[in-house]
């Protein structure tokens, strides 16, 4: 018995080494780790810039910010739904029907960021998209994020302040995804590196002169449009 | 003997009404209103640069300004228009219309501007109606000039200084 015992000992201990050879087992340590394939790089979006004709079939949606816009800076070919203290639900939508468009652009919500509930602002908001859609199916439509306040308005103001305003873009953003309808942040080209409205660009802290609305306008020109 | 006295001093008197009744300035224009020839882009320059607005006022497209007052293009010869970024309602705007009675239908246009301005700002920025309802605005033959502000008073000096209205 012992004898045997020995042998099959023997048996286990030669096999143990010849499998312990390093030409039957790979190694485990990095230098020979198979090359993992690569991630592939994140895509770089890349626009292509718009001339102002581009707008010929457009149409602007939004409150006395997009007003200013309108007068000092914007396409003037555009179709303009906009006025004083517009808010998303009273947008005369219907007017769309008598205007043939391709494009809509649209900035909402500063006229609505001292409503108690900030999920009513965005039921609105996407019924104006639905409806939008109905009139024209076809359109592309490009949803904007609200432009930020200046400092001083921001810090003194408690309802038109740029905490209200980014969870409001926030929250548009997410819909502008549940939509399947682009999102120009727009914002971030009048947006200092502390988060506010450059200093210079308002008088109010609010509305726009025409530098930044120039800017603003040149945003859009940039960002609509990619390589595909 | 007392003849030859009164003679004189009513000659001097009408001397002196000859005189005051011509005024001796460049700039004045003849005030008949057949005659006037203002040159509408300085006129707004003017009222720009010698008013004190709030907000930054800007010049803005002949279409767009077309366009914000409704206007007929028919009816405007020539025109500037000043706008504010929305912060307040200043505005000017400078007409030179094609004939007299363009000029009325241009006023009524600029009117319900204001009107319509009025209901938009009064709940958006009450502050701003005052100046809205009690607008300068002045039609002389063919001419329209309207100055949204605080100083109408300030308007009627720049005006009669260099146009002599």
Not at chain 1, 62 to 90: C, Q, W
Not at chain 1, 143 to 151: A, G, H, K, N, Y
Request: proline share 4%; hydrophobic share 40%.
């Amino acid at each position: 018995m012992l004898y045997i015992q020995q042998k099959l000992m023997l048996l286990i201990l030669i096999i143990t080494v010849v499998f312990s050879h390093p030409n039957y087992v790979e190694s485990i340590d990095a230098e020979n780790v198979p090359d993992q394939v690569p991630s592939p790089a994140p895509p770089v979006t890349k626009y292509v810039a718009v001339a102002d004709d581009y707008f010929n079939d457009a149409v602007f949606i939004g409150d006395s910010r997009t007003e200013g816009f309108k007068m000092l800076s914007g396409p003037l070919n555009a179709v303009y739904l906009t006025s004083i203290g517009l808010k998303v639900d009273t947008v005369a939508v219907e007017a769309l029907s008598e205007v043939p468009f391709k494009k809509v652009f649209i900035m909402l919500g500063i006229n609505e960021l001292g409503w108690v509930y900030s999920e009513l602002f965005i039921e609105k908001y996407g019924e104006l998209i639905d409806n939008i859609k109905k009139i024209e199916p076809q359109a592309q439509i490009y949803i904007q994020s609200i432009l930020p306040v200046s400092r001083e308005r921001s810090e003194s103001d408690s309802i038109y302040n740029n905490e209200n305003i980014n969870k409001y873009n926030e929250l548009i953003q997410q819909m502008a995804v549940n939509k399947n309808i682009f999102y120009l942040n727009v914002a971030e080209c009048v947006t200092d590196e502390e988060g506010y409205l450059y200093s210079d660009a308002s008088t109010d802290g609010i509305h726009l002169n025409k530098k930044y609305c120039d800017q603003w306008f040149e945003y859009i020109k940039t960002h609509v449009v990619f390589e595909q | 003997m007392h003849k030859p006295r009164i003679i004189i001093v009513l000659i001097l008197i009408a001397v002196m009404m000859i005189f005051t009744s011509c005024r001796n300035n460049d700039n004045d224009y003849d005030l008949n209103e057949n005659n006037l020839d203002l040159n509408v882009s300085e006129c707004a320059d003017k009222l720009k640069e010698n008013i004190p607005f709030e907000d930054t006022i800007t010049a803005i497209d002949d279409k767009m300004g077309i366009a914000i007052y409704q206007l007929n293009t028919e009816d405007v010869a020539e025109q500037k228009v000043y706008v504010s970024t929305g912060a307040t309602a200043e505005q000017i705007a400078v007409f030179e219309a094609t004939d007299d009675n363009a000029a009325k239908r241009i006023e009524t246009a600029v009117l319900q501007r204001i009107t319509e301005q009025i209901e938009s700002y009064q709940d958006y920025l009450p502050e701003e109606v005052p100046k809205l309802s009690d607008p300068f605005l002045m039609v002389t033959g063919k001419y329209v000039i309207l100055c949204v502000s605080d100083h109408n008073e300030d308007v009627e000096v720049v005006l009669d200084k260099y146009y002599g209205f």
